[in-house]
T-cell receptor, first 114, second 113 residues
Framework: NAGVTQTPKFQVLKTGQSMTLQCAQD?????MSWYRQDPGMGLRLIHY???????DQGEVPNGYNVSRSTTEDFPLRLLSAAPSQTSVYFC?????????????FGEGSRLTVL | AQSVTQLDSQVPVFEEAPVELRCNYS??????LFWYVQYPNQGLQLLLK??????LVKSINGFEAEFNKSQTSFHLRKPSVHISDTAEYFC???????????FGKGTTLSVSS
């Protein structure tokens, strides 16, 4: 059972480039979310989804897009990378929701924007 | 809006000493509270949670936390820590809609011999 899988684990981008962080889960979880982790800031929610076809914004959504065409996948797109988006990104999923079920996290994707 | 304050950014302790990691929350509605742990270079894992019922909740590895509504606190405690408890600990509260968790900034617990 792979759980939550994130790719790539490391990425370096130049300012203005676009890219997609992939997230896949094999637990048939309805709820999926993306957080970014910055030193001294904890984790901040970017976007979340309560099921296929449904997405919503979190605390820091600007500069990011998401879609949820299947239950398993929840990709995060950076439209035009900026140095302020240098961070570690975590995808997390749960059955039902983050309060009714445990959030399972991926191992993270470390992004550097030059 | 809900928020979480972790009062200590770093807590250094010696092995076998007791530890308390402090967490205060603000919310005008009923809350669900969580502690997650992050070991180096890993994602977060659920340590324990309070949803309802007994205000004292325990984890399988000896941690416990007590929900105190009057003090709006959910402090994490362990009577005797091990080197392997070295990690970053995050307190979290659910948002009002129950659709997301709001995390504190984290407390780094460093256990030395």
């Amino acid at each position: 059972n792979a759980g939550v899988t994130q790719t790539p684990k490391f990425q370096v981008l130049k300012t203005g480039q676009s890219m997609t962080l992939q997230c896949a889960q094999d637990m048939n979880h309805e709820y999926m979310s993306w957080y970014r982790q910055d030193p001294g800031m904890g984790l901040r929610l970017i976007h979340y989804s309560v099921g296929a076809g449904i997405t919503d914004q979190g605390e820091v959504p600007n500069g990011y897009n998401v879609s949820r065409s299947t239950t398993e996948d929840f990709p995060l797109r950076l439209l035009s990378a900026a140095p302020s988006q240098t961070s570690v990104y975590f995808c997390a999923s749960s059955r039902g929701g983050p309060t009714t079920g445990e959030l399972f996290f991926g191992e993270g994707s470390r992004l550097t924007v030059l | 809006a809900q928020s979480v304050t972790q009062l200590d950014s770093q807590v250094p302790v010696f092995e076998e000493a007791p530890v308390e990691l402090r967490c205060n929350y603000s919310s005008s509605v009923s809350v669900y509270l969580f502690w997650y742990v992050q070991y180096p270079n890993q994602g977060l894992q659920l340590l324990l949670k309070y949803l309802s019922g007994s205000t004292l909740v325990k984890s399988i590895n000896g941690f416990e936390a007590e929900f105190n509504k009057s003090q709006t606190s959910f402090h994490l405690r362990k009577p005797s820590v091990h080197i392997s408890d070295t990690a970053e600990y995050f307190c979290a509260v659910s948002n009002q809609a129950g659709t997301a968790l709001i995390f504190g900034k984290g407390t780094t617990l460093s256990v030395s011999s």
